[in-house]
């Protein structure tokens, strides 16, 4: 059963007279007829409308002519993901015989979900079903042409996939029809992957900028404006203290280089994250994350890569590449960790294409019914491990240390324990990968043992954290392995090095700058854990606010 047909009541509720009215009071009332356009594909911050009378159909352009989505009928309303966003709409809105509508437009909107509690949640619960619905049937304003042997499609599945962008995909190797495709667009089987945006436009293996760009995307960088807080990096620190920030009325801006969630948004599955019992997606945490700091006025920028932080006077400027700076009174890290890589000379030949750094869905339907490795001992480990043993024949698990008990969480260690397609091999380190295009065969060594070669062709890696902080050097003080060091863990000198009003020492989560936080992964001390990443981003928010007095 899919999403449409599971939850259709609360993605396409019908709204109480009550409730009508109170969207009444704000909105302007409109006759319409059949054939009338309300919202276009393409179109920015479009009206919120309540159907009082006659019927609005939802249609998707595609290359095989119109599809159609869903028909919104009285008391029924418009919209999902992207009134919130500020992304461009992919679908067309069009009425289907003669009514009358309530119209919003975006302010009134954005005012109406801020300050009518009951209609938020109505609201956005809708627009967050909405969005996952068209994920899961692929209903998207673009086609990716890839093949499952270019790293280049795995990193474009993965930019669409974590940034909720829903998109149909074909496959050169297996899928029927695609030279037709191909033809039409006068591309070949060279230039994969391939992306037809907008029904017309094509891009020939594109950065993840450039398809944001022919997607809309696209945030401008106002270098006049200062902005109270500018948030580097959209994980799980960085979108609470965006949503913390943002619902006290900062004026709050947050740069992201490639997708929200950070190292966690990879993870198929968190278990021990407050208030979700059986578990979130690292994905859809994210997702919900970003929706709600965007419901509280946040302004989220990707794809926007922080280069470098000009911390000689304040306020400070972040140079955005190739998007001029942005100016803030204060400036929180949180820039994240990427998995520390192997140290094997043919690693960079295999990346994408064998070799993975998230066990997301997009991954796992490249693996099939294979054998794979897991290389690592901690919590996404692990959860990697559980996750590919419900699809792989087979998960080998490798660690270099004699177990898994002081690494990992006691639940996924039962869990790898109980579940008969999954190999623990402690004490073990991968030696060699071998392959011609795509990786074909391991080698790993235990401890003082022999050497075993292994027809396995898919590699997830997860071991150790590097910090991404090269941005940084020559301004804020960090440790010997990257990482920011914040409150008590700068040293007598570092403390002392930039003044700060009436003589205080550094705050909590304050770097050697004054005004300048880290929080999660990226700061030196944290716990590597989602919850407390949280924990950090909204507590920093009341530290930001003690320095803007200031």
């Not at 400036?331 to 994408?352: H, N, T, W």
């Amino acid at each position: 059963m899919s999403l449409f047909e599971e939850r259709s009541a609360q993605m396409f509720p019908r709204l109480g007279e009550a409730q009508v009215a109170r969207i009444a009071a704000h909105a302007t009332r409109r006759r319409v007829h059949t054939g009338d356009v309300l919202f276009h594909e393409g179109e920015v911050n479009r009206h919120f409308f309540v159907v009082l009378a006659g019927s609005v159909a939802v249609v998707q352009r595609g290359g095989d002519g119109e599809r159609p989505i869903v028909v919104h009928e009285a008391m029924q309303f418009t919209g999902e993901f992207d009134m919130l966003t500020g992304r461009p709409t992919i679908h067309r809105g069009q009425v289907v015989s003669d009514g009358e509508v309530l119209a919003l437009d975006h302010a009134q909107f954005r005012n109406l979900v801020l300050a009518d509690s009951e209609l938020s949640d109505v609201i956005m619960r809708a627009f967050i079903l909405r969005r996952m619905a068209l994920l899961e049937q692929s209903w998207g304003g673009i086609v990716l042409v890839g093949s499952r042997f270019s790293a280049d499609t795995l990193r474009l599945k993965e930019f669409l996939r974590r940034n909720g962008e829903p998109y149909s995909s074909l496959d050169v190797e297996h899928d029927p029809g695609v030279q037709v495709l191909l033809d039409r667009f006068h591309v070949s089987v060279t230039d994969v992957p391939v992306i037809v945006c907008g029904g017309d436009k094509v891009l020939r293996n594109p950065s993840n900028e450039a398809l944001a760009d022919c997607l809309g995307w696209t945030t401008s960088i106002d270098e006049v404006r200062v902005r109270d807080l500018v948030v580097v990096g959209a994980g799980p620190a960085g979108l609470a203290a965006a949503v913390m920030a943002a619902s006290e009325g900062l004026d709050t801006l947050v740069i992201e280089g490639n997708a929200p969630g950070g190292q966690a948004g990879s993870s198929s599955k968190i278990e021990n994250y407050l208030g979700f019992p059986t578990g979130i997606s690292g994905e859809a945490l994210a997702g919900r994350g970003v929706t709600q700091a965007e419901k509280f006025g946040a302004e989220i920028a990707i794809p926007r890569h922080a280069e470098k932080l000009d911390c000689a006077r304040r306020p400070y400027a972040i140079h955005v590449r190739g998007h001029g700076t942005v100016r803030a009174r204060a400036v929180i890290i949180a820039s994240g960790v990427s998995y520390r890589k192997l140290a094997l000379p043919d690693l960079p030949r295999f990346e994408g294409v064998g070799i993975y750094y998230a066990a997301t869905a997009v991954e796992a339907r490249v693996c099939g019914d294979e054998e794979v490795a897991v290389i690592g001992g901690g919590n996404s480990a692990g959860q990697a491990a559980v996750y590919l043993s419900g699809s792989a024949r087979h998960v080998h698990v490798l660690v270099r240390a004699g177990g898994l008990a002081e690494s990992m969480s006691r639940y996924l260690v039962r869990r790898i324990e109980e579940t008969p397609n999954i190999t623990l091999h402690v004490r073990t380190e991968m030696e060699a990968l071998e392959g011609d295009g795509h990786l074909e065969r391991v080698r790993w060594r235990q401890r003082d043992g022999a050497a075993e070669e292994h027809g396995i062709r898919h590699v997830f890696t997860m071991t150790g954290a590097t910090p991404h902080t090269d941005w940084l050097r020559g301004c804020i003080a960090l440790d010997a392995k990257g990482f920011v060091k914040t409150g008590p863990e700068l040293s007598p000198d570092e403390r002392d090095a930039f003044p700060r009003p009436n003589g205080r020492p550094p705050h909590l989560l304050e770097t050697s700058r004054p005004g300048v936080f880290a929080v999660g992964d990226v700061r030196a001390g944290s716990v590597k854990r989602v919850a407390s990443a949280v924990g950090e981003g909204s507590v920093c928010i009341q530290l930001v606010h003690r320095c803007l007095q200031e």
